[in-house]
């Protein structure tokens, strides 16, 4: 399924991002990590420069926060307690997928993205109250769009990105059902 870039990009990045192969398995099997990993370099630093990615995708690369069972490390500190560091964490081929949520952001339908922000909206300020209504609206949408566990982690990131406290966007992307047996 083609994504749509929800940040905005200028031609040239735009020809940058058309040449980034974002299929894992493809890059190992054709050894094109080493290319690959010099356009996503070379994009990112124009992103991170031009301010055009949201601050909150930042943080949640950057801040142990929002790292749930990151056992108070940072996903980027984990490229660094793996010896990557530098414009190394940006070429490694599994920095792509928070290079994904960088450019395109939650992984979710837009029908999701639209009624979730739209229901956030709608309980005003957030309280401890409402996690669990919108646990429960998460459940019902994950159910009606035959969403599995895999997706719990792009509610997680639609959650912070509604501004809600990491700890609210936790106890609420669990609310995706967990298979039937």
């Known amino acids: 399924m083609q994504r749509n870039v929800d940040i905005k990009l200028n031609e040239e990045q735009q020809k940058l991002l058309n040449e980034i192969n974002f299929d894992l398995d493809?890059?190992?099997?054709?050894?094109?990590?080493?290319?690959?990993?010099?356009?996503?370099?070379?994009?990112?630093?124009?992103?991170?420069?031009g301010n055009a990615i949201p601050r909150i995708r930042i943080e949640y690369f950057v801040d142990p926060e929002?790292?749930?069972?990151?056992?108070?490390?940072s996903r980027k500190n984990n490229f660094e307690k793996n010896g990557t560091s530098g414009d190394e964490?940006?070429?490694h081929p599994?920095?792509?997928?928070?290079?994904e949520?960088?450019?395109?952001?939650p992984?979710?339908?837009?029908?999701?993205?639209?009624?979730?922000?739209?229901?956030?909206?709608?309980?005003?300020?957030?309280?401890?109250?409402?996690?669990?209504i919108l646990k429960t609206f998460v459940n019902m949408i994950a159910?009606?769009?035959?969403?599995?566990?895999?997706?719990?982690?792009e509610f997680y990131k639609l959650s912070i990105e509604c501004g809600l406290p990491s700890c609210y966007a936790s106890m609420i992307s669990e609310g995706v059902p967990k298979a039937r047996r």
Not at 125 to 132: C, H, M
């Open 66 to 73: 929002y790292n749930i069972g990151g056992r108070n490390k």
């Open 107 to 132: 992984d979710l339908p837009d029908s999701i993205l639209s009624s979730f922000k739209s229901k956030v909206e709608s309980c005003g300020s957030i309280t401890s109250g409402d996690v669990s």
């Open 143 to 153: 159910r009606e769009s035959h969403l599995g566990r895999d997706s719990v982690g």
């Open 94 to 99: 599994h920095f792509l997928k928070h290079f």
């Open 89 to 91: 964490i940006f070429k």
């Open 101 to 105: 949520y960088f450019v395109f952001g």
């Open 26 to 49: 493809e890059i190992i099997e054709k050894r094109s990590g080493q290319q690959n990993g010099d356009l996503v370099c070379s994009l990112i630093k124009q992103l991170v420069e």
